[in-house]
Nanobody, 119 residues
């Protein structure tokens, strides 16, 4: 079982930055693919970025070049650096984990952290 706790959300102006962090509990953190998703009011949850156990990164087109995902296996954390924020980035951001070899749905989710971008 892996428990995930997000932090770092807040209110920022357009063009600003936030660094979101996800702390995981569990001895096998390094074997998980870690991801960030987000859900805006009235919209479905959408994929933002993932980083595999081997460090391969992939981003949604809407955030490519502005967001950077990273992980620290020694600390069992995964971060999302968000730059050049836009009002349309406003959402609850969720951390998720998928075990190695699982190509289906993410198995573990955090409670989310709110990011609000004012125009």
């Amino acid at each position: 079982q892996l428990q995930l706790v997000e932090s770092g959300g807040g209110l920022v102006q357009t063009g600003g930055s936030l660094r979101l962090s996800c702390a995981a509990s569990g001895r096998t953190f390094s074997s998980y693919t870690m991801a960030w998703f987000r859900q805006a009011p009235g919209k479905e949850r959408e994929f933002v970025a993932f980083i595999t156990w081997s460090g391969i990164r992939y981003y949604a087109e809407s955030v490519k070049g502005r967001f950077t995902i990273s992980r620290d296996n020694a600390k069992s954390t995964v971060d999302l650096q968000t730059n050049s924020l836009k009002p349309e980035d406003t959402a609850v951001y969720y951390c998720a984990a998928r075990s190695r070899g699982n190509t289906g749905n993410y198995e573990h989710w955090g409670q989310g952290t709110q990011v609000s971008v004012s125009s």
